[in-house]
């Protein structure tokens, strides 16, 4: 089974940036971030796809947002820059998608999450 742990959470005003990590077990060729805001639904972010690089973006974080992929390290990771209230979510790392490689897949293997909170 694969493991996922991310990190780099935490409090930031509104316009700010914070960078999320997602340490995995073991190399998997499709990753990527989910959100969970307090009250709704769990929503794809982005997602990756190690051959060749592809990337798919939510439109709500499109040129805000950069998904990227250490492989050597088999660590993934979300850029996130000019953060509005909305973004505060639980943020999820997902490894392994069952179908093609999108933010609307779902995934096999899930991690713990991390808080991002943004103020106004």
């Known amino acids: 089974a694969q493991v996922l742990v991310e990190s780099g959470g935490g409090s930031v005003q509104a316009g700010g940036s914070l960078k999320l990590s997602c340490a995995a077990s073991a190399y998997t060729n499709c990753m990527g971030w989910f959100r969970q805001p307090p009250g709704k639904e769990r929503e794809g972010v982005a997602t990756?796809?190690?051959?060749?690089?592809?990337?798919y973006y939510a439109d709500s974080v499109k040129g805000r947002f950069t998904i990227s992929q250490d492989k050597n390290k088999n660590t993934l990771y979300l850029q996130m820059s000019s953060l509005e209230p909305e973004d505060s979510a639980m943020y999820y790392c997902?490894?392994?998608?069952?179908?093609?490689?999108?933010?609307?897949?779902?995934?096999?293997?899930w991690g713990q999450g991390t808080q991002v909170t943004v103020s106004s």
């Open positions: 990756i796809y190690a051959p060749g690089g592809v990337t």
């Open positions: 997902a490894a392994s998608s069952y179908g093609a490689c999108r933010p609307s897949s779902d995934f096999r293997y």
